[in-house]
């Protein structure tokens, strides 16, 4: 047990458990980004408590003794929020509550918490308020259904408190008007994106913090708020960027990806994350000065795979290189990763490099073709219209010569069309 600093905000007490799988120093650095997330939510942690156990308690997560102990820490230090570092059980928040009696919070309940708080526009916060429901929905016991009358503060935010004191029944039909709200938004986000049929797209992922917004700000010139802290952005951000005269491609900003973050939170978010669906090519950025890089690198990447765009072409972007002091570590990213490009985009490093990779994908993805097709065949080029960037156009007397734009994969359907319209 490690005792922090001392302070009249809201105080805490964050708990782990580790069992015979997982390091110590694994565990620590869980508790020590847990700290971070607790800050960014306005709480001060007081004590760490790491708790060795062969397996979880059904009851009480960490035993009933354990967790009396923590009940005297609590009692004896003014602490009023206990946070544990994995999702509690509806048993467990009860128990837990009913003996210290205090607020208990998981790392999924922080997590939303957070969310809510950064949340600005429409769409995010009714995919916030949609995934604390979910999260709420099987933890709903007397001291849930009442938290802001009872305690207030962190992981009260969001649906508000109509929605807390309500049944399960009432939740219910709240959620199923969310999701309904959500397939609008999305539909809204498919028409947007169909407009940007035209364009290489490229979407910027990557573990919390690791600087993704200061490069698209870089880039594009753009205002996303860029800060030194988790979950600074949550709504994705599309920007024009300028590889060469008459070469542009667009590129998003997402929020960023943490280990266990809680599954509701990412089907929430499908309509926001629908840029990385949508995206030519995916630039994993990653913070190289964190000791533990690698497993954000599986992190992002499980993410990837649970939004089913692991297969997209994806580049990883090792940021923040100026700040990195052990030449033998550089040395370990390239021997490791000898496709990825180390940058700064703090300090402009390297971005001539990743230019130069986003044009070759530009020059592989959106090339110019022109095609002689029979004048009367009004509906295909129509359709041609609709899935390229028309150039020109110019009719003789029988047939329509037509110059136009499109990336591989709208060519190929271009073709087919033409094909079929053929008999081939």
Known sequence: MIE??????????????????????????HLD??????????????????QDRARVDSAYFIGKGKAEEIA???????????????DL?????????????KKILDRSGLILDIFA?????????????????QYMLPRLTRAWTHLSKQYGGIGTKGPGETQIETDRRMIRTRISKLKEKLVDIESRQLTKSS???NFIKASLVGYTNAGKSTLINLLTGADVLAENKLFATLDSTTRAFDLDKNKQILISDTVGFIRKLPHNLVASFKSTLNVVRDADVILHVIDCTHPYFEDHIKVVEDTLQELDA????????FNKVDAVESHEMLEYIKNKFPDAILISAMKGMNIGKLKEYLTEIYEEN?????????????????????????????????HAIINYKTGAVNESRIRSLLASENGV
């Open 366 to 398: 959106f090339v110019e073709h022109t095609i002689e097709i029979d004048a009367s065949k009004s509906k295909i080029i129509s359709q041609i219209h609709t899935l390229a960037e028309v150039q020109s156009i110019t009719y003789n007397e029988s």
């Open 310 to 317: 692991h297969k997209k072409v994806q580049l990883k972007i």
């Open 33 to 50: 980004e847990l700290e971070l997330l607790s800050e960014t939510a306005g709480a001060e942690a007081v004590f760490k408590v790491l």
């Open 117 to 133: 708080s950064h949340a600005k526009t429409n769409e995010a916060k009714t995919q916030v308020e949609l995934a604390q429901l």
């Open 72 to 86: 005297q820490l609590v009692e004896m230090n003014d602490i009023n929020l206990i946070i544990f570092d994995d």
């Open 89 to 101: 059980t509806a048993t467990q928040v009860r128990n837990l509550e009913k003996l210290m009696n």
């Open 4 to 29: 922090l600093k001392n302070t009249q905000t809201e105080r805490a007490i964050l708990v782990a458990v580790r069992t015979p799988d997982i390091s110590k120093d694994k565990v620590e650095e």
């Open 195 to 197: 407009n940007r049929k």
